[in-house]
């Protein structure tokens, strides 16, 4: 869980950097889920400005985003690991 100090835009950042997961994955698809237009809840917007968000061009593929070497860093950094029973 994120700490406290969070706001939402933060906590909503990192639910995005774990949905893409390790994998890159269409930009279309990042962006149709994440993209908003609501002025408050800028996700995909701030993980871009923060540089959590990589592009990148494949043959046949497209635009495929992923989350960034920073952004894995600031996921690991602030969410816990899922406990395994």
Do not use: K
């Amino acid at each position: 869980m994120a700490p406290p100090a969070f706001d939402t835009v933060d906590t909503l950042i990192l639910d995005l950097l774990e949905w893409m997961g390790p994998n890159p994955r269409p930009y279309a698809e990042v962006i149709e889920a994440w993209r908003t237009s609501c002025p408050r809840l800028p996700v995909w917007e701030d993980a871009n400005d923060r540089g959590f968000i990589a592009r990148h061009r494949a043959p046949r593929c497209g635009a495929l985003v992923s989350v960034s070497a920073s952004g894995a860093a600031y996921l690991d950094e602030h969410r816990q690991p899922l406990l395994r029973i």
